[in-house]
């Protein structure tokens, strides 16, 4: 569940969707109100429900073997993403839809890409599917644990490349 060329995606647990309008989320860090989607190397970090708290880490061009080995593990891959117990049947039992949008009207910001003004999706979006399946498909190793903080403290002082996910759901 990737972009093709010349797309963008935006993850939803809405399958009704017809017009994305920017706006400023709850959450944001920024006053300009935007419609949010990702690329290719970044739809992975969207394979959840939406609320989930997520951990992801991967090697990056600085990485050394060493924290390379110490946190994704020797022999265990390039990418690592880390969720909860607690998450367990919601990513089981979550409807997860990608909508496919076109990739012109969009701008690089941070690891997302956004759009200032409204946008349709290309078709109808697509039902994702088996989280756990893809996951497996992309060679993306999915840890379970017990709490994401202690995992999240090693991987943002590592030489990983990283990004966290509504860790503020993540348990205390």
């Not at 609320?51 to 593990?73: F, L, N």
Request: net charge negative; glycine share 6%.
């Amino acid at each position: 569940m990737r972009p093709a060329a010349g797309e963008v995606l935006h993850f939803s647990e809405d399958p009704t969707i017809e017009v994305f309008r920017p706006h400023v989320a709850r959450t944001a860090q920024q006053a300009t109100p935007y419609v949010w989607a990702v690329g290719h190397d970044r739809a992975p970090d969207y394979w959840f429900p939406r609320q989930c708290p997520r951990a992801m880490a991967w090697v990056g061009p600085s990485t050394t073997p060493a924290d390379r080995d110490r946190i994704i593990g020797a022999g265990s891959g390039s990418r690592v993403h880390a969720v909860e117990y607690g998450w367990l049947d919601a990513m089981r039992s979550v409807k997860l839809y990608a909508y496919r949008l076109p990739g012109d009207a969009f701008t690089e910001y941070d690891a997302a890409v956004v759009a200032t003004a409204e946008v349709r999706p290309l078709a109808p979006p697509e039902r994702v599917g088996d989280l756990f399946e893809l996951h497996d498909e992309a060679g993306i190793q999915l840890r379970v644990l017990s709490r994401l903080h202690d995992f999240w403290a090693e991987v943002i002082t590592s030489t990983l490349e990283w990004s966290g996910i509504r860790l503020r759901n993540a348990r205390p």
